[in-house]
């Protein structure tokens, strides 16, 4: 099992920057694949960005590809998502999440994600 501890987000201006970090506990932590999904008011929850067991491989939504980096620490067992160049359009809850075994790595599908973190507010003003 894998327990997932969301921190960051906050408040920031159009165009700042934020990081989100995901602290995972278990052993299995670097079997599986990591993903940031988010929920806007009224609308589902959406695929922001993917992150292979071992980092080296990354897939981001196009609406968030140049500005957003997701990076791991197998160390650590964190996960991370740096936001730069932010946009009112990206405010939302962001969620960390494992990728299902059958989700594919560049559409993950939030119903195949077995563990959540607890989701953390991130609003951008305009």
């Known amino acids: 099992q894998v327990q997932l501890v969301q921190s960051g987000g906050g408040l920031v201006q159009a165009g700042g920057s934020l990081r989100l970090s995901c602290a995972a506990s278990g052993r299995i932590f670097n079997h599986y694949a990591m993903a940031w999904f988010r929920r806007a008011p009224g609308n589902e929850r959406e695929f922001v960005a993917t992150?292979?067991?071992?980092?080296?491989?990354?897939y981001y939504a196009d609406c968030v590809k140049g500005r957003f980096r997701i990076s791991r620490d197998n160390v650590k067992n964190m996960v991370y998502l740096q936001m730069s160049s932010l946009k009112p359009e990206d405010t939302a809850i962001y969620y960390c999440?494992?990728?299902?075994?059958?989700?594919?790595?560049?559409?993950?599908?939030?119903?195949?994600?077995?563990?959540w973190g607890q989701g953390t507010q991130v609003t951008v003003s305009s």
């Open positions: 992150i292979s067991p071992s980092g080296e491989t990354t």
């Open positions: 999440a494992t990728v299902g075994a059958g989700s594919a790595l560049a559409s993950p599908s939030p119903s195949d994600s077995a563990y």
